[in-house]
């Protein structure tokens, strides 16, 4: 019931993740980035602590494929698990635990991966990491949303879309893009990609006010004068 994927932006160093689902809030449980470290995808029957738990180990200097192990030696029910982890260096490992439901796989390009299950084919990861391929010179952000909407003419999952997130970590503590629709009955997509729109131009305005506010754009708000 989840798709995603995750990815470095080689250019400038910003890794992002969007995710989406049939079920509620899904970027609240399954999407994990920190700037400078990685990404984090758990899903399926999902574990968030395994997204801290994993940004944290890559912290300490361990690759993708040393946390993918440490998750199979020491998370429980791993079996139940379909989980995504990006390292510094654009690598990525991949889990599908052999209680992941539906049909279901994983998609590995350098600086990108994407993963499926309860998916209406095994094309809709790599549908997702050819888009995210085919923009190399373009906004993270967009090469995110490009792709959820090529998971989507891909077949995209088996059922109804209904939320949808975007997480974009850059050089602060704090993410520059996140993004959530957390239910919809119409075209979630779609919803998806313009809220981007209504971000990107606006989004190293909000970094300029936490860092320097008397630099900062104005406000463009009603009593801003």
Same mark, same amino acid.
């Given at each position: 019931?989840?798709?995603?994927?995750?990815?470095?932006?080689?250019?400038?160093?910003?890794?992002?993740? #969007? =995710?989406?689902?049939?079920?509620?809030?899904?970027?609240?449980?399954?999407?994990? +980035?920190?700037? $400078?470290?990685?990404? &984090? %995808?758990?899903?399926?029957?999902?574990?968030?602590?395994?997204?801290?738990?994993?940004?944290?180990?890559?912290?300490?200097?361990?690759?993708?494929?040393?946390?993918?192990?440490?998750?199979?030696?020491?998370?429980?029910?791993?079996?139940?698990?379909?989980?995504?982890v990006l390292d510094k260096t654009g690598h990525s490992a991949g889990h599908s635990g052999v209680k992941t439901l539906g049909t279901h796989t994983i998609a590995h390009a350098?600086?990108?991966?994407?993963?499926?299950?309860?998916?209406?084919?095994? #094309? =809709?990861?790599?549908?997702?990491?050819?888009?995210?391929?085919?923009?190399?010179? +373009?906004?993270? $952000?967009?090469?995110? &949303? %490009?792709?959820?909407?090529?998971?989507?003419?891909?077949?995209?999952?088996?059922?109804?879309?209904?939320?949808?997130?975007?997480?974009?970590?850059?050089?602060?503590?704090?993410?520059?893009?996140?993004?959530?629709?957390?239910?919809?009955?119409?075209?979630?997509?779609?919803?998806?990609?313009?809220?981007?729109?209504?971000?990107?131009?606006?989004?190293?305005?909000?970094?300029?006010?936490?860092?320097?506010?008397?630099?900062?754009?104005?406000?463009?708000?009603?009593?801003?004068?």
């Amino acid at each position: 019931m989840t798709f995603s994927i995750s990815a470095r932006c080689a250019r400038t160093g910003r890794f992002g993740i #969007a =995710v989406s689902s049939s079920s509620p809030a899904v970027a609240a449980r399954c999407a994990h +980035a920190r700037a $400078g470290v990685g990404v &984090v %995808a758990t899903q399926n029957i999902t574990d968030p602590t395994l997204g801290p738990k994993g940004l944290d180990l890559m912290a300490q200097g361990l690759s993708a494929d040393e946390v993918m192990a440490r998750f199979k030696e020491e998370a429980p029910h791993f079996d139940y698990r379909q989980v995504v982890v990006l390292d510094k260096t654009g690598h990525s490992a991949g889990h599908s635990g052999v209680k992941t439901l539906g049909t279901h796989t994983i998609a590995h390009a350098p600086d990108v991966a994407a993963a499926g299950n309860l998916l209406s084919s095994k #094309a =809709v990861p790599q549908a997702m990491v050819d888009s995210f391929l085919s923009m190399p010179d +373009a906004d993270l $952000g967009d090469r995110l &949303v %490009a792709a959820m909407q090529a998971a989507v003419a891909a077949g995209g999952e088996e059922g109804p879309v209904h939320s949808v997130g975007l997480l974009i970590v850059d050089k602060v503590a704090w993410p520059v893009a996140d993004l959530r629709i957390d239910w919809s009955e119409g075209d979630v997509m779609a919803e998806f990609a313009a809220l981007w729109q209504l971000w990107k131009p606006q989004l190293e305005a909000y970094v300029t006010r936490a860092l320097d506010p008397s630099t900062a754009p104005s406000y463009g708000v009603p009593g801003d004068e």
